[in-house]
């Protein structure tokens, strides 16, 4: 039987995607299951509940680097993007954290588990994280993982960042696929199940 708060938050999950219709399946991802590096798959125990677009920046600022106090270097500072459902609608936002927010205020923070090249060159690696965080009771409070996949764009300039540039931003446009995942409820056997 699943818990209030989890069909709650199913709900709120269908309603932002924005498409009933569509059941939600294990590891499926607009990008194809041969496609994904096994290393970001998410724990067996994990369900697909919605993907989202995002379509945004992600911010660099030049800064000293950290090896060579000569060196500068572009250091990324933050994502800002919005995340758009199937039917193209905004439906929430990407910022700092990294955060998925909802606009029935849910929101998620994620911690970057493992990363993988992305097939395009120029775009920004793909990801798979793993929830440190929660707020609110909507869409996003029983996320347990996220897949960043799909990337195209959003890597940092290779020039422009030099002491004459210290402290200048970029913000290096991007678009990505967004994959949160939820945890599975176990089958409790005899539960509910007719007597032989």
């Known amino acids: 039987m699943l818990r209030a708060s989890t069909l709650l938050a199913i709900v709120a999950a269908l309603t932002l995607i ?3 219709g569509r ?18 798959t998410p724990p067996a125990s994990s369900v697909l509940l919605f993907e989202l677009g995002a379509r945004g920046v992600q911010i660099y600022g030049c800064e000293a680097n950290p090896d060579d106090a000569t060196a500068f270097v572009w250091t990324f500072e933050a994502p800002e993007a919005e995340l758009i459902n199937e039917r193209g609608e905004v439906v929430g936002k990407h910022f700092a954290g990294p ?10 923070v ?5 990363r993988a090249d992305s097939p395009d060159p120029g775009a920004i690696p793909w990801l798979l994280l793993e929830a440190k965080d929660h707020a609110g009771g909507g869409a996003f409070s029983t996320i347990t993982h996220i897949q960043r996949l799909a990337t195209v764009g959003g890597v940092a300039p290779s020039e422009g960042c030099d002491a004459a540039h210290a402290g200048a931003e970029v913000r290096a446009p991007y678009t990505a696929t967004y ?3 939820y945890p599975s409820v176990p089958v409790t056997s005899g539960v509910g199940t007719p007597a032989a």
């Not at 059941?23 to 970001?40: H, K, N, R």
């Not at 994620?110 to 493992?114: K, R």
Request: no cysteine; glycine share 12%; proline share 10%.
């Open 110 to 114: 994620g911690a970057v588990l493992e």
């Open 179 to 181: 994959a949160f995942y």
């Open 23 to 40: 059941p939600a399946t294990a590891q499926g991802t607009p990008t194809s299951a041969q496609d994904i590096p096994p290393v970001l």
């Open 18 to 20: 924005g498409n009933l």
């Open 99 to 108: 955060t998925w927010q909802g606009q029935d205020g849910s929101a998620v």
